[in-house]
């Protein structure tokens, strides 16, 4: 097909296309009645760019006259690079086009869609993007548009031509006014208005009798007209972080409402006709400063889901209890001492978040809510758990950290489907034997507990990945036991004939090395345990000649295990931090003997090692690792003068992170 010419009259712009397989790229500076033409243009996806000037000008080609009309288009947009003033995107697609794709909008829009950046007064720019002429040329076949209006910006007119409009969502970046050309709008059904200033809702927009799905986010929603109680059709209706201090009497009007979210406000009272939307399925009031909840919301008999974290609860009314229909409940971050017995009832909830409060128990009725999969109850005041928990027999997850917890039901075995169990930070002496049955388990969290011993039982969790038993106060545990937790701590791979030319029996005899690093080297002992690795930490910076070689194998078999295939780095144990610390602690309190051991022929293939362990192991450069680094350099030069000056300075600003000379 041949190119049209153009007319002395039409607007006259640069564009350029790129195929997003091939790479090829092609331009034109030929416009008619709108049409870009181009040569030889395959059928693909493309990404199309128009310039004038200093800004975008309309970025979808009409490419039906260039295809088959059989083959189906699809065209992808980009708006960067230039500062973005406008963008129309045109609303007469070609027959063949079937996708449009926005890289900034989220998901693909669906077919005949189109999104408008207006400005005032742009005419200046020798264009009238406002007229929107060259945009309406089949308003009818638009459903969705976007909007964007800038500072003084104001919603087009023309808006109202778009007859067949069902979804719209306008984000402004000044003062919002929604003017009357909306209410024209009589077939929408999804109205979203975004503001970072307050909003005043016009009583016109009682017209939207199809609207089903409304969504205001402003700072502060000025109240609400009589008139919005006469949308019948919402079912849906979010209020999030609006400013609101009290719920809108109007919504009391909206009878078929389903899903209410009024998130992140300053809501003080949850006023009795909210409780009169019996159709509703979902909740949300988190983020205010409710203390309490009514009796009367017994009455939402339908509701599956109900939102609550973040208030300043106390109690719960015992009326809860007749939510049966309650799938989702979140009561995190509040101030509950106690539950009500009724909460047994809630026999289909599957997730239940109770995390810092300040709970001293749970009602033993909790048994009876045998649908959950997940407990989330950590940071309150739980000091055991009623025995009834043995029949919640579907739970997959259980975090109970940061409690008083000092002993465990046996009924915990019951949970054959658990996964995960969190008991970090509690006062646990030791776990029951039935937690060997928990056949399911794959991560088990004892961080920060008095253990004193664990149950032989404990080996049969074949499936377990994770064992996390840092900062613990384990003494003496049978072999089998200590065998299976060195499989998720540092224990030797291989015990040596000899270290640093000295038979290993030499070093189990010697009587200035501690019994736990013996057992270690021996392979019978990991660092698992807080008093293992303080030991051995110690020892290392005070370690005569005879004796280091000892620790430095200690070092390097822990240095060289951090980095095996098998270690899962986001389980990395506490005796790793204490190591790099103590690691780095030997280099800045004896530089000399850790130079010239390392900078021997034995251990030189560890340098790199040490150099990658001991990195930003004091944290961030600092004034106080300013004087350190002073202190060891002084202490180097003290002791073995500048020998050894160039490898201690790269080796010490490894260490504080710091690129300073």
Known sequence: MENAKTKANVHVVQVSITHAVTGEKKSVLTNYYGKYFFEDLEPGIYAVQTYHGNYYDTLLLNVAVLADSATKMKIKIRAREVPVVVVNVSLHPPDNLYEITYDDEGPDLPFYS???????NISTAGYDLLAFQHLLVNPGKVKRLEISIPPHGKIPPEIAQFTQLERLRISFYGSPVLTDELWKLSRLKKLNIHSDMPLTVPPGIKELQQLEELIFSCKELQPLPDEFAQLKSIRILSLNSCGLTAVPPPIAGLTRLRWLSMNGNKLKTVPAFLTGLTELRSLG????????????????IKLEELYLENNRL??????IGQLTSLRQLTLEKNQLTVLPESFGKLEKLTSLQLEQNRLRELPASVGQMTALTFIFASGNNLASLPREVGMLTQLTEVDLKNNKITVLPVEIGNWRKLEQLTLSGNRLITLPASVG??????????????????????????????????KLGLLQLPDTTWNFINKFGYIISGVPDSIAGKPVSYYLKHPDIDPFSKKFVQGKLSFTG??????VLNKISQANRDVLPFYFFIMH??????????RDPDFIFYAYHQLREAAAHFVLTRPCTFCAAIKSKEYAEFYDLWRSFITCSMGAYTENADQQIKAGYARLKKNCGSKYAEEYEELIREIFCSGKG
């Not at 189109?114 to 005032?120: I, L, P």
């Not at 807080?530 to 030991?535: L, P």
């Not at 078999?557 to 098998?566: A, K, N, V």
Request: hydrophobic share 35%; charged share 25%.
């Open 114 to 120: 189109g999104t408008w950046w207006t400005e005032e």
């Open 285 to 300: 009031l988190s983020y205010n400063e409710l203390p309490e909840i009514p009796a009367e919301i017994s009455r939402l």
């Open 314 to 319: 106390i109690t719960l009314p015992p009326e």
């Open 437 to 470: 049955q928990l056949d399911s388990l794959t991560r088990l969290f004892l961080l920060g507990n008095p253990l004193r011993q664990l149950p032989a039982e404990i080996t049969g969790l074949k499936k377990l990945e994770c064992l996390e038993l840092e």
């Open 530 to 535: 807080d008093s293992v690795t303080k030991i």
């Open 557 to 566: 078999t822990c240095m060289q295990e951090d980095h095996s295939p098998g």
